[in-house]
């Protein structure tokens, strides 16, 4: 009951920030839209790149939301309020994954909807994988935007995280180069990062018509990094930072 009334409460909130909300829904359709121009010329590059962007667009929006937003949770004052309640910050933190998952779902439903309708995107798995797994990742971005936080003291140094635990997951996860084509200590990095994964799954819808094997590990390791990443957040979570 805890857990809902704090995702509940979260999700007003969410609904009231009409700036957040059309961050979560507007950008990366107009992201999707830019790279459908950008490729017009190119036969087949844009259901590449599209089909990994729908999984990262989330990833980082979400990292960026929830760290900045738990952060003003702290320095506010209203989470040393809360946790005075019955809440544990385990009832917090995976509130505010139930609360994103809820935000991610129709964020994923506008993207995917766009790219497949009005942009031709064109994959052999069904577009329902798509959707979950750019929800799934989308609640990644959010569990390690809330494990950032905690070491954040102003919001500033929230989003100086982003090229520390986002980008080099970026730079790594095959969307530039080939994991096969990487120097060796390079590819055991990546195999350690979750968005490798996150990527190769949806590579796999857009390579076959029925769920995979591969896709559905890559999807498993997906969904425990997130179990690890608020459990994480949830051992250095402090009640207000001074």
Known sequence: MILLHTTGRILRQLRH????????????TLLLTLLYF??????????HIALIMLGI??????????????????????LERLL?????????LFGYGLAFGVAAAVQAGFATALAYLLLDLDTQGAAGYVVMIAVANAVLGMALGLLASAFAKTEFQAVQFMPVLAVPQLLLCGLFVPRALMAGWLQAISDALPLTYAVEALQEVGAHAEPTGTMWRDFGIVAGAVVVALVAAAGTLRRRTP
């Open 17 to 28: 920030d009409r700036r957040t909300v059309a961050m979560l829904v507007a950008v990366p």
């Open 38 to 47: 950008m490729y017009d010329s190119q036969p087949g590059v844009f259901d």
């Open 57 to 78: 667009f989330p990833f980082i929006i979400m990292f960026l939301i929830t760290s900045i937003a738990m952060l003003r949770e702290r320095t506010t004052g209203t």
């Open 84 to 92: 005075t309640t019955p809440l544990r910050k385990t009832d917090l």
